[in-house]
């Protein structure tokens, strides 16, 4: 499968290696040209996007000399967000956490202002798609899920409709030659809940949407879409070891307003990875099973644009667009 195998080389050849930099080498805060500084999300309280700006906030202010906050800006699968961060000043105020959704929801609907409108600024982390289900329910692994679609069909949830997430779900159903109907949210804190009530046979998301209910064991991961199984959790299998050759990534960064200065970029490519280096940053993102992925705002704007290329083509393929 095309995307499959671009992403993967994309993900591999362009995210540098390693972290090198330690917390403790920077003792005084960088200097900022804006003292308040908002981070959009088009998810849901919860979501994936909304968990990963909260925590990376909350470090940020260790590091650079300004006051972060967390705007949820919902609807039209990402449009309002990409639409609120584009019309934005580009003086470094107001940024978009980039993931594939921008990308998708640029090629499938065609909004007003799309992927292209943003300047991509740095990427952060490289985070895992699994699919869960809840602790009490029939499903003991993914074969399990896909047995019961063949019989009775069932329901899948995933994020909104233009989410590597629904991607996933479709790529799954192919692969799998069956067809539950898929249900999408505009965050993964609802899916959490319609798969925990029975509504859902599963959900497609990431860790940090279930760590609580997983944790409280009311929750089960039945397989990652990972090229190779999850550090934190060697016993889930990946999809391709469950018999369905389907393997995503799905990256997490930020993008900002087109013409963003140098003395913007220069300040977030020092503190992205001075927080990649924070010791107690560093265990809450292993706990939530993301992968640091920094990718400096040179090399960013390049990697975007690769992974729209190549998405778009897989859609082309399938049909998804002309």
């Known amino acids: 499968m095309k995307i499959k195998t671009s992403l993967l080389v994309l993900l591999a050849g362009t995210f540098i290696g390693g972290i090198s930099l330690s917390a403790s080498a920077f003792a005084d805060k960088l200097a900022y040209p804006q003292k308040v500084v908002t981070l959009v999300t088009h998810s849901s309280p919860g979501g994936g996007s909304d968990v ?29 967000a990409v639409a609120r ?5 580009p003086d470094g105020s107001v940024f978009y956490a980039t993931t594939p959704t921008y990308v998708y929801t640029s090629l499938l609907s065609k909004p007003p202002k799309t992927y292209k409108d943003l300047e991509p600024l740095v990427n952060v982390f490289a985070d895992s798609e699994v699919i869960f289900t809840r602790a009490d329910g029939p499903f003991k692994t993914l074969q399990d899920v896909i047995d019961h679609a063949k019989k009775e069909r069932g329901k899948w949830g995933a994020a909104n409709p233009a989410s590597l997430e629904r991607q996933a779900a479709e790529q799954l159903k192919r692969a799998a030659g069956v067809t539950p109907a898929i249900v999408t949210h505009e965050g993964g804190g609802d899916m959490m809940l319609n798969v925990m009530n029975g509504t859902l046979d599963i959900g497609i998301g990431e860790i940090a949407e279930i760590r609580s209910q997983l944790d409280a064991g009311k929750l089960r991961v039945l397989a990652t879409f990972n090229p190779e199984r999850l550090t934190e959790k060697p016993d889930v299998p990946t999809v391709k070891e469950s018999g369905f050759n389907v393997e995503l990534v799905k990256f997490r960064g930020l993008a900002g307003p087109k013409g963003l200065p140098d003395n913007v970029t220069n300040v977030w490519d ?29 090399d960013y704007p390049a990697f975007v644009n690769n992974f729209a290329d190549t998405t778009e083509s897989f859609l082309k393929e399938t049909g998804a667009i002309k």
């Open 52 to 80: 990963f700006l909260r925590e990376l906030s909350k470090y940020l202010g260790k590091y650079v000399d300004a006051t972060f906050i967390v705007e949820n800006v919902q609807g039209g699968s990402g449009a309002k």
């Open 85 to 89: 961060t584009a019309s934005a000043p």
């Open 270 to 298: 020092q503190a992205i990875q001075q927080v990649l280096a924070d010791p107690d940053y560093k265990k809450t993102y292993t706990e939530e099973v993301l992968v640091p992925k920094f990718i400096p705002h040179k």
